[in-house]
């Protein structure tokens, strides 16, 4: 009787074999190639979805096909457990932060087991364990040392629900990225690592990521920002002070009639006059609630208000009125814009909306520009008008010579900027890892000894939601010695951005036992850069970049030696599916739907788009449901054959029940013909059928090689083992060389293993292996076997298909010609007609042309 396909049981006895046997266990083999192959580590929310499922069956894919290969394979997993979630779960449900982390934790790895994925679970860890905490202060004191880490006063997002600050890219929409409620302005003292002084390495070293997608590495080169032009100051009309400003536009220094500033520029308070007073702040209170993103963008309307100061400009010696204007920021340049509406768009808008003046100082050739006609600003090439001795010079040339002269007059100087600002990792919030400094009022900021690490948060803290964090009231955490005279002192109550532990932790994969050093050396130079890194195209700006910058940080610190964190990075698509509603009970799930109709008043379902599966649009699919269902081989396969990895996937109940059956079609392939192939050995010659089928074994093997290799072709490598699978169907053993049969139910199931890894284990032990898939290694094609000794062409008549004929691959024309005329088929449409000429197109058809 033939074993019948349980995955359930199939599944189980697997992952079972693989956790106790240490199968995906790695150790440093120096004298082995690794492959590092690594997805971004989720945060434990407690349940798991279809986006993950996604996410790691891709990873796991090219961990098993190399590891079969013969890499020497890492791939670890763990969890980016610290954040504000954790405190909102506790304050909800009256936990501690810690309890509902790790709880979450053994929730979702055994979710994650489920899958089947070739985790090496004894590298695991949390970043809320004090042991990553221990070592991720320890890098903290010695970048402090190095005055890579300072504190500061700052303007900076503040979330006044969550209570803590936002990095710049944490703002979306004007809103907290985590809550969603609006977000202020608020003036604090801050830690930030300097990044900027690694501004140019970061973005030389876009042109190198090969194996990055440009997208990606354009948005890091435009966050970035480098840009060359000149610093001009604009004294301040009755005072001594000067407004700097930096442009990439000396050349149209003349045209600058009004001056923008920043509402948060330093100066504001002392430009606002009494009789502007009022409108000032109001303005200022509006812009505080705009995204900066959006307020740079210059798709939003253009606003400001009129300080009621001028400056004046230092080359025509015009007064012009300082504006401060939404579309300015400080965290962009000097926080202060020379205004020239006719050659700036945003000026354009600005100074129509305002009735300012504009002055065109640039003319292209062959068109005179007439302010009156002006539909936008001009930005193009042309000589310079309306500019003093520098009339008639060409734009480009004006920029240096424009440069020059201030430079000489010390009124500007010539300097290169960046949109990149130093990254704050101040946060108000207790779940966290602590930064270890102490202040003392006779030694000022002193950083906790080395000795005396890591510095733990406390148990005994009470979470109410409200005030900060609880850390800045806890007495017995903030009360300590200075380490260096012994006075009474505090400690910080600051923690870290959760972003810096997710900055380095793939390093201490390399070595997550270590106990003498944040890294082994050794460890990770052997491991590092990840060869394959896989993950979402929302991290492009702030992970990704910070993980470089990490990097490059702990290079310069002697602790490891690459320059760059990941090699290759892959950004996966969503998964979607399709949003449907009631118009009286709002969203529906799935299972809510019965025949078009809410299940709960029967009322029809209004069908939305397909989007990206969340919870709020209850358009979710629980993963646990679907591989109690069809298993998780079928999850693993649907994920991967229904869209490039790349793309989104669009969710298809008929396709995960169309990747069920062909995991039945597999499993039944291969224990029908057990009997018939139980001693048959495979042949280095096959004839006839078996010589296809032999054919199309090892095309399979090349295509699904190649589709996999750094290609991640998934959905068209599973389809050429399809085809394979339908081709082994048509195949009757018989007399016909069972070894043939052999070597492609055996190539089938080699091929299947890093997608469907339960499956493809047990039939390879049903075929009668003692040894694992895994370790019978990838599947080599044979280039001999790739090529047809007999090849079957098409016949036309007048090129309409009327037959078909078998010839040797290596037969002359005359013989083609002659076999195609001597079909019988053929001939009953040639009959009574006068032949005209044959074509021939080698390899695949022969068109007869009769009259």
């Known amino acids: 009787m033939e074993k019948q396909y349980v995955p359930k049981d199939i599944e189980q006895k697997w992952q079972q074999k693989w956790l106790q046997s240490g199968t995906f266990k790695a150790t440093e083999i120096f004298d082995k190639p690794k492959y590092y192959l690594l997805e971004m580590f989720p945060y434990p929310s407690g349940r798991i979805h279809m986006g993950h499922v996604r996410n790691y069956a891709i990873g796991d894919v090219v961990a098993r096909f190399k590891r079969m290969q013969g890499f020497n394979v890492l791939h670890p997993m763990g969890w980016d457990a610290f954040g504000m979630p954790a405190e909102n779960a506790a304050i909800e449900h009256g936990t501690h932060p810690a309890k509902w982390t790790y709880e979450n934790i053994d929730s979702m ?42 504190k500061k006063g700052s303007s900076v997002n503040w979330c006044p629900d969550c209570q803590t ?40 070293w876009t042109e190198k990521l090969t194996g990055w997608p440009e997208r990606v590495l354009a948005m890091q080169r435009n966050w970035i920002g480098k840009s060359y032009g000149c610093e001009i100051e604009f004294p301040i009309v009755d005072t001594i002070e000067k407004i700097k400003v930096f442009t990439t536009r000396p050349d149209t220094l003349f045209g600058a009639t009004f001056m923008s500033l920043a509402p948060e520029h330093p100066l504001v308070k002392q430009l606002v006059t009494a009789e502007q007073q009022e409108a000032v702040s109001q303005f200022v209170t509006q812009v505080e609630r705009q995204d900066k993103v959006e307020r740079a963008s210059g798709e939003n309307e253009k606003l400001g208000v009129f300080t009621g100061s001028c400056s004046v400009n ?14 300015v920021l400080m965290d962009y340049g000097t926080g202060a814009v020379m205004a020239v509406p006719a050659h700036d768009q945003r000026d354009f808008e600005f100074a129509r909306k305002y009735a300012l003046p504009i002055r065109v100082v640039i003319q292209p050739e062959g068109d005179e520009l007439v302010v009156e006609q002006m539909t936008e600003a001009y930005v193009g090439p042309g000589k310079l008008v309306s500019s003093g001795q520098f009339n008639g010079v060409e734009h480009e040339s004006a920029k240096e010579k424009i440069a020059a002269y201030l430079d000489d007059r010390n009124e500007g100087r010539k300097t290169v900027n960046y949109r990149l600002r130093d990254w704050g990792v101040s946060r108000q919030r207790y779940w966290g890892t602590p930064i270890p400094i102490i202040y003392c009022d006779a030694c000022g900021a002193v950083p906790v000894p080395e000795q005396d690490l890591p510095v733990v948060l406390p148990k005994d803290v009470e979470l109410t939601g409200e005030g900060g964090s609880p850390l800045a009231r806890h007495q017995e955490f903030l009360k300590v010695d200075c380490p260096s005279c012994g006075k009474p002192a505090r400690r910080e109550s600051d923690t870290f951005d959760t972003f810096v532990e997710s ?69 996966q698509g969503m998964v979607c599916m399709e949003s449907q509603r009631c118009a009286e009970h709002g969203w529906l799930y799935p299972e809510q739907v019965v025949d078009g109709n809410c299940s709960l008043c029967g009322k029809p379902a209004e069908q939305g788009r397909n989007e990206k599966m969340s919870k709020s649009k209850k358009n979710v699919v629980d993963p646990n449901q679907l591989i109690e269902r069809f298993g998780a081989d079928t999850a693993r396969l649907f994920s991967l054959f229904a869209a490039p990895p790349e793309k989104d996937l669009e969710w298809n109940e008929q396709g995960v029940e169309g990747c069920s059956r062909f995991l039945g079609r597999v499993w039944r392939a291969v224990t ?67 070894g043939v049969l052999r070597e492609a139910l055996e190539a089938v199931v080699r091929l299947l293993n890093p997608f469907v890894p339960h499956a493809s284990a047990e039939l390879w032990e049903l075929l ?51 076999a195609a005329l001597a079909d019988q088929n053929v001939q009953r449409f040639m009959e009574g007609k006068q032949l005209r000429k044959i074509i021939v197109v080698p390899g695949r058809l022969v068109n007869i042309v009769v009259s």
């Not at 590298?123 to 221990?134: G, H, I, K, L, V």
């Not at 793939?506 to 003498?516: D, H």
């Not at 898939?773 to 298909?801: F, S």
């Open 503 to 571: 900055s380095w932790y793939f390093a201490r994969y390399a070595c997550p036992k270590f106990s003498e050093a944040p890294l082994d050396k050794a460890a990770a130079n052997y491991w590092l850069p990840v060869d394959q890194y896989i993950g979402g195209i929302e991290h492009a700006v702030m992970h990704l970049l910070y993980a470089r910058f990490f990097t490059k940080v702990l290079r310069d610190l002697g602790m490891l030696d690459v320059d760059e964190p990941f090699a290759k990075l892959l950004t």
């Open 314 to 327: 230092p080359l025509t010696g015009e007064k012009i009125p300082i504006f401060l204007a939404n579309f």
């Open 672 to 738: 029908e013909n057990l009997e018939v192939i139980a001693t048959a050995e495979i042949p280095a010659v096959a004839e006839g059928t078996a010589a296809d089928l032999r054919r199309k074994t090892h095309q399979t093997i090349k295509k699904v090689t190649e589709d996999i290799d750094g290609r991640f072709h998934f959905n068209t490598a599973i389809a050429a083992v399809m085809e394979l699978v339908n081709s082994i169907y048509a195949f009757k053993a018989g007399q016909q060389q069972p």
């Open 768 to 818: 009668g292996h003692a040894e694992s898939v895994e370790a019978a290694g990838w599947p080599k094609w044979d280039a001999a076997a790739l090529v047809a000794d007999e090849i079957t062409l098409v016949v036309q008549v007048n090129g309409k298909v009327r037959g078909k004929i078998a010839v040797a691959v290596e037969t002359h024309r005359d013989a083609v010609e002659a």
């Open 109 to 150: 790895r055994q979710q994650l087991q489920r899958i089947g994925l070739s985790y090496d679970w004894e590298r695991e860890f949390a970043t809320c364990d004090e042991s990553y905490s221990r070592w991720e202060q320890s890098i903290f004191l010695k970048m402090f040392a190095r005055g890579l880490a300072y």
């Open 165 to 204: 600050v936002l990095a710049n890219e944490q703002v979306e929409d004007g809103c907290c990225w985590r809550c969603h409620n609006l977000v202020d302005q608020k003036e604090l003292e801050q830690w930030f690592f300097k990044i900027t002084d690694y501004a140019d390495e970061l973005l030389d």
